[in-house]
């Protein structure tokens, strides 16, 4: 008989968390043979929303569900939590600058920090979706120093599979043969989705389309911008991709990358070498494989001029994030 893995859900109330807890339920997530306690948080004014997400969760009957706990309390919501899915945070509002965005969230997440080293499993593994993701992991996992720095990621997982996707749709290889694409740096439209190293049906994907400018141009800001994209088609955000996506990074996180392919995780840059010169401390997306509930950076991709600009600017604007966060808090 499996233990109850005990996963928590912040902004559950929310758009993605609506998504998510049904997935997670259903075991997209852990598997289908992992019980789940599921704690479901969200703020007070949320609080009604909240109470009808868990009604529908308690009449969805799901039988790998043992209990479900929906509270506004930060402490009562940590208790306990093996996997913290981190969704709620403030929305980026009509004229609001980026720097208010921060400003709201840093100290969000400062405060849940706390809540989650003192609460939550010594060995919690914590994915960030709340926006700017990459920051506001990395004012998580500095303000929680008991959590081990490894255990605190970042959602890229959804821009990842968005690369995989546009793969398959331009090369018509379904996209369980589409492999090893990466996303590199930050969660944002900087990132640099590459796909020097990717693969459909067992061909080189540069090999296969033979359109570098392709490649280079338009499948690039297709996936930097996939979410502009569905916001106008669907007049809502991509929350069903996103939940999906939290359900993948955690689901290889914990049961391991299948042989021969890796994934995109936003987690801590080491610096050198093994982080391909990505500022030490920085919370970056790379490429990892993931097994024993570990993850590892894979090592020694070959890096082209053009990539490795490109891995610059956007590691390059997640120094910008970090000082501007750290400045509002210092304030
Ligand atoms: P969503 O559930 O749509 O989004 C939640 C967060 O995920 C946002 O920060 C959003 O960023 C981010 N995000 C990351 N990737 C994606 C993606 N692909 N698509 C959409 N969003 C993405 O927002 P809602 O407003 O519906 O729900 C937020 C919840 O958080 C609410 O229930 C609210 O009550 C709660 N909340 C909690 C706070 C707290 O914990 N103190 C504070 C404020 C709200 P972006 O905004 O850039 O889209």
Redesign the pocket.
């Known amino acids: 008989m499996v233990s109850p893995v005990t996963v928590m859900i ?8 609506y998504a998510l807890a049904p997935q997670v339920c259903r075991g997209a997530m852990l598997g289908p043979d992992t019980p789940i306690i599921l704690h479901l ?3 007070a ?2 609080e009604t ?2 109470k009808g997400v868990a009604m529908e969760l308690v009449d969805a009957a799901y039988p790998l569900v043992k209990k479900i706990v929906a509270t506004v309390n930060l402490e009562e919501a940590c208790k306990g939590v093996d996997v913290a899915v981190m ?6 509002g009509p004229g609001m600058e980026r720097k208010d ?1 921060m400003a ?2 840093v100290a ?1 997440y400062k ?2 920090a706390s809540a989650l080293q003192e609460h939550a499993s010594p060995d919690v593994k914590v994915v960030v ?3 700017p ?1 990459n920051t506001n992991a990395l004012i998580l996992s500095n303000y929680a120093p008991k959590i081990p720095k490894e255990n605190v990621t970042c ?1 890229t997982r ?1 821009d990842h599979n968005r690369a995989l996707g546009q793969v398959s749709e331009r090369t018509g290889v379904p996209v369980s043969d589409v492999k090893n694409c990466i996303i590199w740096g930050n ?1 944002s439209s900087t990132q640099y989705p590459d796909v020097n190293h990717a693969t459909a049906g067992g061909k080189s994907v540069r090999e296969l389309v033979n359109d570098d400018e392709y490649l280079n141009g338009e499948f690039v800001t297709t996936v930097q911008q996939r ?1 502009a994209a569905i916001i106008a088609a669907r007049k809502f ?3 069903l ?2 939940a999906s996506s939290v359900c993948d990074h955690v689901r290889d996180w914990v049961h391991g990358t299948p042989e021969g392919t890796w994934t995109s995780m936003g987690v801590i840059s080491p610096g050198g070498d093994a982080g391909y010169g990505v500022e030490a401390g920085l919370m970056y997306s790379f490429p990892v494989t993931c097994a024993g509930g570990k993850w590892s950076i894979v090592q020694g991709l070959a890096i082209d001029d053009r990539s490795r600009s490109l891995m610059d600017a956007t590691a390059a604007e997640l120094k910008e994030e970090k000082t501007m966060a750290e400045e509002l808090i210092a304030a």
Do not use: C, E, M, Y
């Open positions: 912040t902004g559950a109330a929310g758009q993605i968390g948080l969200d703020i004014p949320a929303a909240l969704v709620g945070g403030f929305p980026r965005v709201k969230n969000i405060g849940q979706v709340a926006n993701a959602l959804l969660h979410g955000s991509s929350a991709s996103a």
